[in-house]
């Protein structure tokens, strides 16, 4: 069990990768109306699908709600979905033998497993009930006009649409997600790049952007408070997530102060930016702009090209060729996942 103790929050995600269930359970939430057939539209973006970039693994995700009166959530709730289409029996020639990149030895040295069937704890499968809670808590930022929107900017080496390009709006995100593939522009050179790596074998990575529209300015605090580190630790309680900017980001460490600064002014008796390279948020407090970040996804670990690792049960080297149902690229499906850790976050703050 992996458990989420926030200001006012307290979230607990539980199972593993093939065990027969796995969930969710929630306390210190507000009051919510939930929209089931909104939720099921929201978890559905993040399962696997007929494309080059997603695993075979099929899963119906249908989640089974205890606690909750009707479609209203008062307080607490628990979340379980059923695993069915597990095929632990893919695993049996890496018993003992960590795959690289992957949590498996880390796994090992903390727990001393041997087995690492599915990836158990530690597996993307995990981000099924982390999305549960996500688009539930995205129901309830809405009510108090908050949108978080997230899209795929980057696979491999094909660069697609960022908001470091210049500003987009809400309607655009919407408008481009209707047509399925989670980028802006650059689909067909996408999933070019994502067929071409997975018919050699291999997998590829991803920069995911996240895009916060409504958020209302004097949410935060200095240092330990600060609004960007309490995003960032959700963001990195996702499976694959190495890095993460905010604003411009690293490239802004190459501007001048005069060429990063946000200006103001004021227009209709408001205060307005005329930049958002800080990403909406200074001093770790939210100023009222949109909240914009980036999310970079590494490869996945799991393919099935020849790779050197260890045989930790005999203590000889040795080398893997892992098989199974894996996905060749994880960032196209880890996008809800990112909404989700950032709406987990902006809830406790305002909470």
Same mark, same amino acid.
């Given at each position: 069990?992996?458990?989420?103790? /926030?200001?006012?929050?307290?979230?607990?995600?539980?199972?593993?990768?093939?065990?027969?269930?796995? =969930?969710?359970?929630?306390? =210190?939430? &507000?009051?919510?109306?939930?929209?089931?057939?909104?939720?099921? %539209?929201?978890?559905?973006?993040?399962?696997? +699908?007929? *494309?080059?970039?997603? $695993?075979?693994?099929?899963?119906?995700?249908?989640?089974?709600?205890?606690?909750?009166? /009707?479609?209203?959530?008062?307080?607490?709730?628990?979340?379980?979905?059923?695993?069915?289409?597990?095929?632990?029996?893919?695993?049996?020639?890496?018993?003992?033998?960590?795959?690289?990149?992957?949590?498996?030895?880390?796994?090992?040295?903390?727990?001393?497993?041997?087995?690492?069937?599915?990836?158990?704890?530690?597996?993307?499968?995990?981000?099924?009930?982390?999305?549960?809670?996500?688009?539930?808590?995205?129901?309830?930022?809405?009510?108090?006009?908050?949108?978080?929107?997230?899209? +795929?900017?980057?696979?491999?080496?094909?660069?697609?649409?960022?908001?470091?390009?210049?500003?987009?709006?809400?309607?655009?995100?919407?408008?481009?997600?209707?047509? =399925?593939?989670?980028?802006?522009?650059?689909?067909?050179?996408?999933?070019? %790049?994502?067929?071409?790596?997975?018919?050699?074998?291999?997998?590829?990575?991803?920069?995911?952007?996240?895009?916060?529209?409504?958020?209302?300015?004097?949410?935060?605090?200095?240092?330990?408070?600060?609004? %960007?580190?309490?995003?960032?630790?959700?963001?990195?309680?996702?499976? *694959? #997530?190495?890095?993460? %900017?905010? /604003?411009?980001?690293?490239?802004?460490?190459?501007?001048? =102060?005069?060429?990063?600064?946000?200006?103001?002014?004021?227009?209709?008796?408001?205060? +307005?930016?005329?930049?958002?390279?800080?990403?909406?948020?200074?001093?770790?407090?939210?100023?009222?702009?949109?909240?914009?970040?980036?999310?970079?996804?590494?490869? $996945?670990?799991?393919?099935?090209?020849?790779?050197?690792?260890?045989?930790?049960?005999?203590?000889?080297?040795?080398?893997?060729?892992?098989?199974?149902?894996?996905?060749?690229?994880?960032?196209?499906?880890? #996008? &809800? #996942?990112?909404?989700?850790?950032?709406?987990?976050?902006?809830?406790?703050?305002?909470?």
């Amino acid at each position: 069990m992996s458990t989420f103790n /926030g200001r006012k929050l307290k979230i607990e995600i539980y199972g593993e990768s093939h065990s027969e269930r796995i =969930g969710v359970k929630a306390s =210190g939430l &507000p009051k919510i109306l939930i929209d089931r057939e909104k939720l099921k %539209e929201f978890t559905d973006r993040r399962k696997a +699908v007929s *494309a080059q970039y997603s $695993t075979s693994r099929i899963e119906k995700d249908e989640p089974i709600f205890y606690g909750i009166c /009707g479609d209203v959530l008062d307080g607490e709730f628990t979340a379980e979905i059923i695993n069915g289409n597990t095929r632990s029996g893919d695993y049996g020639n890496l018993y003992g033998k960590p795959r690289p990149s992957h949590a498996d030895y880390a796994w090992h040295l903390k727990d001393g497993a041997l087995d690492f069937t599915g990836g158990g704890r530690f597996s993307g499968r995990m981000t099924a009930p982390f999305c549960i809670i996500g688009g539930v808590l995205k129901q309830y930022l809405e009510t108090l006009g908050i949108r978080i929107h997230a899209f +795929v900017s980057k696979i491999g080496k094909i660069q697609a649409r960022s908001y470091k390009d210049g500003e987009i709006s809400e309607n655009e995100i919407l408008e481009f997600r209707r047509e =399925g593939f989670p980028s802006l522009d650059k689909k067909d050179e996408i999933t070019a %790049e994502i067929s071409a790596a997975k018919k050699s074998g291999n997998s590829l990575g991803g920069v995911i952007d996240c895009c916060v529209f409504g958020m209302p300015g004097g949410i935060g605090d200095n240092l330990f408070g600060g609004l %960007e580190g309490k995003i960032s630790e959700l963001l990195f309680s996702v499976p *694959a #997530v190495k890095g993460v %900017e905010f /604003g411009s980001g690293f490239k802004g460490a190459e501007n001048t =102060g005069k060429d990063e600064n946000d200006q103001m002014r004021y227009k209709d008796g408001k205060v +307005v930016f005329l930049s958002n390279n800080s990403g909406g948020i200074n001093g770790g407090i939210s100023n009222g702009n949109v909240i914009t970040m980036s999310v970079a996804i590494k490869p $996945t670990a799991s393919i099935p090209l020849p790779q050197k690792t260890v045989d930790l049960k005999n203590k000889t080297d040795a080398e893997i060729q892992i098989s199974g149902r894996h996905d060749c690229c994880i960032a196209p499906r880890a #996008v &809800p #996942v990112i909404e989700s850790a950032v709406a987990i976050a902006l809830t406790d703050q305002l909470l």
